[in-house]
């Protein structure tokens, strides 16, 4: 039997696989995110590892558009002849690598490496830039220091109060209900939420509530929520005195947003923003006399939008009002998404970044980096583009002509989907490297079959920034392989300087030392404890004593309890502010997830009860709303703006607003809801504006 984690999303849950390769089980495993409990997308993902449509060898794309299978050999000799070729006629910048937010630590780690010393490219980005990057962005801003919960899951069993804003756990992580529990009975969950979601019931059906905003309106939204506390006096002025800077400047961007005002543009009554704003006050002033914890949290639903980084700092700048972060009474966080979504983003293969949190673009984080590397810092190209302007200037004027991607379905998942493969097929060589044909792997010159997580060693770093072992239990199908094997055969083929070990333990070694004295330090996490179960949060120096004993936790479970990661060890509150425009009256479409669908499909879309259970995409959208479209329940719709159209099954479901229709974007091809999201991203994340977009709605006739 073998110990490991899902492969799935963050919350990383604890399971069992049990007997050999062809008929591995999998059974939940007790561990404390999940307590033995799995959703349906866990407890099937056993299914997919001897899946009939695994890709068993490297397969190369013929003349004719059909797929070959090769040697490895062959397609290494083939990737780094391009690399090189391509580089010596367009500079290193004519090769780009795409990652992602599943890969291991030491293969994210290898990979932002392999791109700056291999390749010496500083085209390097990832798709966790379509999900963490507006909450990273606001608490590097605020807080100094990026890592999504600051304190264990299992603090939030004892809160008094949670806001929840823009996140559907409920259905995106269903084990993390159980922590939910004791909250909902006291009556404090509020979920804000455009749609009755599974979570947003959770409140309203318990003696919580539910704010259901006008889509794209939860900065305004937090504005007035700020304006309640403030006008009222209800925040915490010792702490702001001790422990933050720059109250001044929010008290004044806040003072117009009184309750009525704040209304008319979020659609949420002005006695529920005055009842919430009150509750949250009372129950933080509660848990500073020893009562229950109160948190704010975040998901998607408030960060991927083109003010997603305004929105997260609204939402902390509360908090801080609240005088909750960095203390035990409660603590702004933000639910990270991807499987290694936290450590994703620590390694290095973000196009501004270096392992252990570091900029590329400062000279004494380059200098320790390349001396980790054995290299010169010269060698370290400068920062590179952010992923929605990356994937847009392949094959353009003076953009990459070569793009190798690991774990990312683009064609699927990025925004303006039409543009994404217009961009993909102006490259002359895409390599992708995955265990199934996605749709973006389809669309390759050369396909590169890797191991699924049931096959190999490594690390991952879940929502709480706790490290965790991914262990082997079974043999990969046919010449399935490694990619920290495949980097290294590349490396050496194209005579890269540094070591590029094929084995995960010394990856692992290695990025411990390329992280120590950085803000995600590693350099006090051994293989050994990990391996052993000890309860490790980063960061945890050199040095840190380690137990392994049940309950004991190590490094730093709670952030920020003495000092913010700023210089001068406070918080900062940045002023923030949002136009006073009522929103058009058109309709809304956001956009999200279902319970049986993981992304962008390419796995859960291959398991059969799952697919069964949602095999299309469906339209979520209000009886009135259907009505006035001529729109009847499980007719075909097409859902239509200047970007593309999106065909839909209608499901009609007085959850929605009036003005507001919903889509999944977990379906391929023309139920791609990604051919009607904007590519117009953040200022200051880049991320894109998935959650919102106008549409048309027009029924098909005859068709349902
Ligand atoms: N089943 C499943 N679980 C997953 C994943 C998956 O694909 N499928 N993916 C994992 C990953 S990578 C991530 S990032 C997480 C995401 O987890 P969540 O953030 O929970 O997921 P989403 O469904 O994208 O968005 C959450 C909610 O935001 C709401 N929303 C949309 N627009 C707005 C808005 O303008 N304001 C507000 N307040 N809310 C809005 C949607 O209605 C939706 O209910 O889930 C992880 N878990
Ligand atoms: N409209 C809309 N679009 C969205 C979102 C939204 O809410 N709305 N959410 C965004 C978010 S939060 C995210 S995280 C992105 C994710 O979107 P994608 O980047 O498309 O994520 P996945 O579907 O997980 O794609 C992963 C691919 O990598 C493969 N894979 C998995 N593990 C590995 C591995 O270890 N190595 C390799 N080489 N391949 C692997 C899988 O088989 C799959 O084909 O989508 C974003 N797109
Ligand atoms: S909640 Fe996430 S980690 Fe847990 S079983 Fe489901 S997909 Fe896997
Ligand atoms: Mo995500």
Not at 117 to 133: E, K, P, Q, V
Not at 540 to 566: K, Q, V, W
Not at 580 to 597: D, F, W
């Amino acid at each position: 039997m073998t110990a490991t984690h899902c492969p799935y999303c963050a919350l990383q849950c604890g399971i069992t696989l049990q007997g050999p390769a062809g008929a591995t089980t999998l059974g939940g495993r007790d561990f404390e995110t999940n307590g033995g409990a799995l959703c349906r997308k866990g407890f099937s993902a056993a299914k997919l590892l001897a899946h009939p449509d695994r890709i068993t060898s490297p397969m190369l794309r013929q003349a004719d558009g059909s797929f070959a299978a090769i040697d490895w050999d062959t397609a290494l000799d083939l990737v780094a002849g391009k690399a090189r070729g391509i580089r010596e006629e367009s500079g290193a910048d004519a090769v780009a690598m795409f990652g992602s937010g599943s890969l291991t630590n030491e293969k994210a780690y290898q990979m932002g490496k392999f791109a700056r010393l291999a390749l010496g490219t500083s085209r390097i980005d990832y798709n966790g830039r379509f999900c963490m990057s507006s909450a990273a962005a606001g608490t590097n801003k605020a807080f100094g220091l990026d890592r999504g919960l600051p304190f264990p899951l299992a603090d939030l069993d004892k809160a008094g109060m949670i806001l929840m804003l823009g996140s559907n756990v409920a259905d995106t992580m269903p084990p993390f209900v159980r922590h939910l529990q004791t909250v909902r009975e006291r009556g404090g969950l509020v979920v804000v939420d455009p749609r009755r979601s599974a979570t947003a019931k959770l409140s309203a059906e318990g003696a919580g509530w539910h704010l259901q905003p006008t889509p794209a309106t939860d900065l305004q939204l937090l504005l007035g929520l700020a304006h309640v506390v403030i006008a009222e006096s209800l925040m915490d002025t010792e702490y702001l005195a001790e422990r933050t800077t720059g109250l001044a400047e929010l008290r004044s961007s806040v003072s117009a947003w009184w309750p009525e005002r704040t209304a008319k543009i979020t659609g949420v009554p002005a006695d529920q923003i005055r009842r919430t704003a009150r509750a949250l006050a009372a129950a933080a002033r509660e848990a500073k006399n020893g009562g229950h914890p109160v948190y704010i949290l975040t998901g998607r639903g408030i960060e991927q939008h083109s003010n997603g980084t305004d929105t997260v700092t609204a939402a902390i700048n509360l908090a801080l009002l609240l005088g909750l972060p960095g203390t035990l009474a409660g603590g702004y966080g933000t639910i990270t998404g991807q499987g290694n979504g936290q450590g994703g983003r620590e390694h290095g293969q973000k196009c501004d970044q270096l392992p252990g949190y570091r900029k590329i673009a400062d000279p004494e984080h380059r200098a320790h980096v390349a001396k980790a590397w054995g290299v010169d810092p010269e060698m370290i190209p400068g920062p590179g583009i952010p992923a929605v302007q990356l994937l847009n200037s392949l094959g353009a004027e003076g953009g990459p002509r070569m793009l190798m991607v690991h774990g990312a379905n683009p064609v699927v998942s990025a925004p303006d989907a039409n543009q994404i493969f217009a961009a993909l097929r102006r490259l002359d060589f895409l390599v992708v490297a995955d265990f199934f044909l996605s749709e973006t792997a389809a669309e390759a010159h050369l396909v590169l079959p890797v191991l699924q997580w049931a096959e190999e060693e490594g690390t991952m770093t879940n929502l709480e920034g706790r490290i965790l072992r991914r262990r082997a239990a079974i043999d990969a199908p046919g010449e399935a392989k490694s990619e920290l094997w495949i980097f290294s055969q590349l490396a050496q083929r194209l005579q890269a300087p540094g070591n590029f070990s094929p084995n995960a333990v010394e990856v692992f070694e290695e990025l411990k030392l390329a992280s120590a004295g950085g803000i995600a330090d590693y350099s006090g996490v051994s293989w050994q404890d990990v391996d052993q179960g000890a309860a490790i949060y980063w960061p945890c120096p050199e040095g840190n004593a380690i137990s392994t004993e049940p309950g004991a936790r190590n490094g730093t479970p709670r952030l920020f309890l003495d000092r913010f990661a700023h210089p001068d060890g406070k918080a900062k509150i940045i002023a923030v502010y949002a136009p006073n425009t009522v929103p058009a009256k058109q309709i809304s479409l956001v956009t999200g997830r279902l319970l049986e669908h993981y992304q962008s499909g390419a796995q859960t879309r291959r398991v059969d009860e799952l697919a069964a259970a949602a095999p299309e995409a469906a339209l979520e959208i209000h009886p009135s709303t259907a009505l006035a479209h001529g729109i009847s329940d499980g007719q075909m719709v097409q859902v239509s703006n200047q970007r593309g159209t999106t065909i839909a099954r209608a499901k009609l479901t007085a959850d929605m607003r009036l003005d507001t229709v919903f889509l999944p974007f977990h379906y391929p091809r023309d139920g791609t809801a990604n051919l009607l999201t904007s590519p117009s991203v953040d200022p200051f994340s880049s991320m894109p504006e998935f959650k919102h977009a106008h549409v048309s709605l027009n029924p098909i006739e005859g068709e349902s």
